[in-house]
T-cell receptor, first 114, second 112 residues
Framework: GAGVSQSPSNKVTEKGKDVELRCDPISGHTALYWYRQSLGQGLEFLIYFQGNSAPDKSGLPSDRFSAERTGGSVSTLTIQRTQQEDSAVYLC????????????FGPGTRLTVT | AQSVTQLDSQVPVFEEAPVELRCNYSSSVSVYLFWYVQYPNQGLQLLLKYLSGSTLVKGINGFEAEFNKSQTSFHLRKPSVHISDTAEYFCAGGNQGGKLIFGQGTELSVKP
C-alpha cells in the first residue's frame, strides 16, 4: 500500500517568506508527527496529532511555526517569515495509534532558506 | 531531561566483519526503544523495537539489539555486515505520549 508522502520534496525560499509543507499519512493512521532533521541538531520532534485530541506542540521552536491537520488526515506545517536556521529536512511520520505503534516516515521535504 | 545518546558518530568497518552501534538512554525517556535506519536520500525505516519482555530483540536485515536496564543501554549488533548496510542509524526512545527522542545518529560505513 501507499506509504507516507510529503510535498514538495525540495523547497528553496528567500529569507522572510512563508512556506507550507504537506504530509499525507498512511490511510487509517490516527497519529501524525512532524520532525526536523538538521546538521547541528539531529532529529528533533516538532508536533504530534492524535485523533481529535489537542496536538502536542511542545517541540515547535518558535511561534513562526504552526501545523494543522484537516479531517484527521492531511497535515500542513507552516513556517512564517523563514530564517536561514530553518533550513533542514522536515520529516513527517504516521502510526496506527500513538505509543508503541511503529511510526512510518515519509521521504521528507528539504527546505533551503537563502 | 529526556535524552538518547549514541556514542559513536561514525563507525567504519570491513565487509563481513561484526559491528556494534552503541546507544544509551536516560531512564526518564524510556519505556520503549527503537532503532531506525536511513539510507541516503530516503526516509527512516524501522529496524527493530523493544517494548517489553525478552531483552534480546531481533529485527530486519539480520540486526539485533539487547536491552540492558542496569546499564541503560540498547546497543545494535550484526554479526556480519554487507556493503548494503552502509547508512545512518538512529536510536530512539519513546513513551505513551508517542513522540520519539532521537540520538544524534551513527554513520555506518562498510568497506570492501
Amino acid at each position: 500500500g501507499a506509504g507516507v508522502s510529503q510535498s514538495p520534496s525540495n523547497k528553496v525560499t528567500e529569507k522572510g517568506k512563508d512556506v507550507e509543507l504537506r504530509c499525507d499519512p498512511i490511510s487509517g493512521h490516527t497519529a501524525l508527527y512532524w520532525y526536523r532533521q538538521s546538521l547541528g541538531q539531529g532529529l528533533e520532534f516538532l508536533i504530534y496529532f492524535q485523533g481529535n485530541s489537542a496536538p502536542d506542540k511542545s517541540g515547535l521552536p518558535s511561534d513562526r511555526f504552526s501545523a494543522e491537520r484537516t479531517g484527521g488526515s492531511v497535515s500542513t506545517l507552516t513556517i512564517q517569515r523563514t530564517q536561514q536556521e530553518d533550513s533542514a529536512v522536515y520529516l513527517c511520520a504516521s502510526s496506527l495509534m500513538d505509543g508503541i505503534y511503529e511510526q512510518y516516515f515519509g521521504p521528507g521535504t528539504r527546505l533551503t532558506v537563502t | 531531561a529526556q535524552s538518547v545518546t549514541q556514542l559513536d558518530s561514525q563507525v567504519p568497518v570491513f565487509e563481513e566483519a561484526p559491528v556494534e552501534l552503541r546507544c544509551n538512554y536516560s531512564s526518564s525517556v524510556s519505556v520503549y526503544l527503537f532503532w531506525y535506519v536511513q539510507y541516503p536520500n530516503q526516509g527512516l525505516q524501522l529496524l527493530l523495537k523493544y517494548l517489553s519482555g525478552s531483552t534480546l530483540v531481533k529485527g530486519i536485515n539480520g540486526f539485533e539489539a539487547e536491552f540492558n536496564k542496569s546499564q541503560t543501554s540498547f546497543h545494535l549488533r550484526k554479526p556480519s555486515v554487507h556493503i548494503s548496510d552502509t547508512a545512518e542509524y538512529f536510536c530512539a526512545g519513546g513513551n505513551q505520549g508517542g513522540k520519539l527522542i532521537f540520538g544524534q545518529g551513527t554513520e555506518l560505513s562498510v568497506k570492501p
